[in-house]
């Protein structure tokens, strides 16, 4: 059984920073891709990065956002600048099997309870 646990969210002002984390534990496969996904009120859930063999981002992150794992402690992060207002959400980190770092939330098997992430302008 798969366990993802984020951390690091919080409350910022537009303009800074935040950093995410999620730890996987439990029995994990020897390869696999990670992502991030957010859901803010009233809207679906949404991609954000994903990285396994490679990385991909949602054009409305890119060049703000920068995903990242450690795979001795089987952990990704998100480093979040220049955080606007409209990044206001609940951060989910998913798991999936395989290398593919795809968009679609469909494709991951595990998912974490989320982090909330405000950020005030």
């Known amino acids: 059984h798969v366990q993802l646990v984020e951390s690091g969210g919080g409350l910022v002002q537009a303009g800074g920073s935040l950093r995410l984390s999620c730890a996987a534990s439990?029995?994990?496969?020897?390869?696999?891709?990670m992502g991030w996904f957010r859901q803010a009120p009233g809207k679906e859930r949404e991609f954000v990065a994903a990285?396994?063999?490679?990385?991909r981002y949602a054009d409305s992150v890119k060049g703000r956002f920068a995903i990242s794992r450690d795979n001795a402690k089987n952990t990704v992060y998100l480093q979040m600048n220049s955080l606007e207002a409209e990044d206001t959400a609940v951060y989910y980190c998913?798991?999936?099997?395989?290398?593919?770092?795809?968009?679609?939330?469909?494709?991951?098997?595990?998912w974490g309870p989320g982090t909330q992430v405000t950020v005030s302008s």
């Open positions: 998913a798991l999936r099997s395989g290398q593919a770092a795809v968009a679609e939330s469909t494709l991951y098997d595990h």
């Open positions: 990285i396994g063999g490679s990385s």
């Open positions: 439990g029995r994990t496969s020897s390869s696999y891709a």
